[in-house]
Nanobody, 116 residues
Framework: QVQLVESGGGLVQPGGSLRLSCVTSGFTFAVFAMNWYRQVPGKERELVAS????????NYADSVKGRFAISRDNAKNAVYLQMNSLKPEDTAVYYC?????????WGQGIQVTVSS
């Protein structure tokens, strides 16, 4: 079955960095684009970054451009989100998503808290 497992979240001070990882299994990872989303309580889930199947097309939300970087390693079936210059407003639960042909699959989510 399809599985997506995020890791790397936690508490960081403003201006700090974190690297999120999403390791996948159960599908042909190298065929599909991958996404990172985030959600805060009471708000809709927000698309943060997208990467094409071979990493040649990348898009970011305006709020994270120049600070976040999405990447993938098709040999490891993993997608990453490097988050730099973190701000308190980046605090959220972060999810990776695999938009497969049959349906979307989501990870369990991981908390990122930016606070002094």
């Amino acid at each position: 079955q399809v599985q997506l497992v995020e890791s790397g979240g936690g508490l960081v001070q403003p201006g700090g960095s974190l690297r999120l990882s999403c390791v996948t299994s159960g599908f042909t990872f190298a065929v599909f684009a991958m996404n990172w989303y985030r959600q805060v309580p009471g708000k809709e889930r927000e698309l943060v970054a997208s990467i094409s199947s071979h990493g040649d097309y990348i898009n970011y939300a305006d709020s994270v451009k120049g600070r976040f970087a999405i990447s993938r390693d098709n040999a490891k079936n993993a997608v990453y989100l490097q988050m730099n210059s973190l701000k308190p407003e980046d605090t959220a639960v972060y999810y990776c998503k695999a938009p497969l042909w049959s349906r979307d699959y989501w990870g369990q989510g991981i908390q990122v808290t930016v606070s002094s």
